[in-house]
């Protein structure tokens, strides 16, 4: 099992900046990808941006060069710098982990509130 943990997330103004933190724990083996996904009232979850153990990134349409995934593989950690936030950034934002093993299963975080609003 893993758990995941959100942190960062709060009240930014359109421009602005934020860092999400995700810490991963429990049986942290075997993790190929790291991610953010979003979900915004009445709207699909979708996917904001994923990285892999080697470092290969992918970012959505809306948020690619604006936003930055990390990753440190020693710490069990992914971060996301969020830049020139938009009102349209506004969502919950989900860590995910999907680990390869038997079967590929997907780990969800509870989710940290994003508002970005003047």
């Known amino acids: 099992q893993v758990q995941l943990v959100e942190s960062g997330g709060g009240l930014v103004q359109p421009g602005g900046s934020l860092r999400l933190s995700c810490a991963a724990s429990?049986?942290?083996?075997?993790?190929?990808?790291m991610g953010w996904y979003r979900q915004a009232p009445g709207k699909q979850r979708e996917l904001v941006a994923t990285i892999t153990s080697g470092g290969s990134t992918n970012y959505a349409d809306s948020v690619r060069g604006r936003f930055t995934i990390s990753r440190d593989n020693a710490k069990n950690t992914v971060s996301l710098q969020m830049n020139s936030l938009k009102p349209e950034d506004t969502a919950v934002y989900y860590c995910n982990a999907k680990q390869r093993r038997i079967a590929e299963v997907s780990y969800w975080g509870q989710g940290t509130q994003v508002t970005v609003s003047s």
């Open positions: 429990g049986t942290v083996f075997s993790i190929n990808v």
